[in-house]
């Protein structure tokens, strides 16, 4: 019997310690999967917590205990991108509520175009750096003043104004750069 065999023989049978052992041997690979789906350092954070919970009750599912660290990397692959699903549910649900409460109904050419648009902007923010994806997230997604934004990160609002400022600026070069190689093409 191999070593990850005989711990998941161990953790089916209820032995809290071999939990921990597992968690330590396989957190940093089961953090990359999650951070590559979901690309944000304290969500991923979540999802591998998340995804040993889930192990530990569903772990009589594992058919070969010799894939425990792949049967891991999937489960929070799966998490995140449930995670990720859920957050574009509600981000659609919030943007589209109210939006246009007296106004005619949006022609469904207008209706793709701003959908197209919401989605080139999304892409961007996933090409800038964790620090400027968790502003713009807690800005914009959550809805926190600079001054929440702040004292959830421990940071001066000045920091978060600029990375704000920085972050809006780079995703418009994005945008240009991208409309300058589409005109060119």
């Not at 310690?17 to 999650?34: C, D, G, H, S, W």
């Not at 772990?59 to 489960?75: G, N, P, V």
């Not at 996933?126 to 620090?131: A, G, Q, T, V, W």
Request: net charge positive; glycine share 2%.
């Amino acid at each position: 019997m191999t070593k990850t065999e005989t711990l998941v023989s161990k953790i089916k049978n209820g032995d809290m310690q071999t939990l921990r052992i597992v968690y330590e041997l396989f957190y940093k690979p089961v953090y990359q999967a999650a951070y590559y789906v979901i690309k944000d350092p304290s969500l991923a954070e979540d999802v591998v917590h998340e995804s040993f919970l889930k192990m530990k009750y569903k772990i009589d599912q594992l058919q070969d205990s010799s894939k425990l660290e792949a049967w891991l990397c999937r489960i929070a692959t799966n998490i995140a991108r449930d995670l990720i699903r859920r957050r574009l549910r509600n981000t659609f649900y919030m943007e589209t509520r109210n939006v246009y409460p007296n106004s005619q109904p949006l022609s469904p050419e207008t209706s793709l175009l701003q959908e197209e648009d919401k989605i080139m902007i999304k892409q961007k923010i996933n090409c800038l750096s964790p620090s400027y994806r968790q502003i713009l997230y807690l800005k914009y997604y959550r809805e926190m003043s600079c001054e929440e934004i702040s004292t959830a990160l421990n940071l001066p609002v000045g920091t978060v104004k600029s990375r704000l400022f920085n972050a809006r600026q780079k995703i418009r070069k994005l945008i240009e750069l991208e409309n300058e190689s589409i005109a060119i093409n």
